[in-house]
């Protein structure tokens, strides 16, 4: 299990593989990558910055890996979030989950993603036309996040 919370950007197929490098015990590998995009709530977006607690956020998302790993079976985790000035097109996160089948690698993956947007104490401030402003909690990642507690897993 791996969280790093970092500026630069990341190679998604070279953390898969190394992920994968000597462990044959893996059957299959679900990775999502999150991309900055240039619109948000109807206004163009010219960039984000996004802020965060050193120490506190990465326990945050340990944690939310730990809930995974009891949930599912997940032979590794990782999880890497950048944070500062980032533009549209930049990666903005990558989720990586090795299980020995598919189906726990994707619903692994997917709580992740879905517990990262919601309970992951980040802060962001897009830059728009109108001015800066902080990015809000969805609804949707909300009602995303609540059908893992809902799902009784």
Same mark, same amino acid.
């Given at each position: 299990m791996s969280v790093r919370v970092q500026s630069e950007d990341f190679d998604?197929?070279?953390e898969i593989a190394r992920m994968r490098r000597g462990n044959p015990k893996i059957g299959a590998v679900a990775a999502f990558v999150g991309v900055v995009r240039d619109v948000n709530e109807g206004d163009s977006v010219a960039g984000m910055t996004l802020e965060h607690y050193p120490g506190m956020t990465e326990r945050s998302i340990e944690a939310?890996? =730990?809930q995974a790993r009891a949930r599912w079976r997940v032979l590794d985790a990782l999880?890497?979030?950048r944070i500062g000035a980032l533009a549209p097109t930049?990666?903005?996160v990558l989720v990586v989950v090795a299980a020995p089948h598919r189906g726990d690698a994707f619903a692994a993956?997917?709580?992740l993603m879905d517990y990262l947007k919601t309970r992951a104490p980040f802060w962001k401030k897009e830059r728009t036309p109108g001015?800066?402003?902080w990015v809000e909690?969805? =609804?949707s990642d909300e009602e995303a996040a609540a059908r893992w507690e809902q799902a009784g897993r």
């Amino acid at each position: 299990m791996s969280v790093r919370v970092q500026s630069e950007d990341f190679d998604a197929g070279a953390e898969i593989a190394r992920m994968r490098r000597g462990n044959p015990k893996i059957g299959a590998v679900a990775a999502f990558v999150g991309v900055v995009r240039d619109v948000n709530e109807g206004d163009s977006v010219a960039g984000m910055t996004l802020e965060h607690y050193p120490g506190m956020t990465e326990r945050s998302i340990e944690a939310i890996v =730990t809930q995974a790993r009891a949930r599912w079976r997940v032979l590794d985790a990782l999880v890497i979030h950048r944070i500062g000035a980032l533009a549209p097109t930049d990666q903005i996160v990558l989720v990586v989950v090795a299980a020995p089948h598919r189906g726990d690698a994707f619903a692994a993956c997917e709580f992740l993603m879905d517990y990262l947007k919601t309970r992951a104490p980040f802060w962001k401030k897009e830059r728009t036309p109108g001015g800066s402003r902080w990015v809000e909690a969805r =609804t949707s990642d909300e009602e995303a996040a609540a059908r893992w507690e809902q799902a009784g897993r």
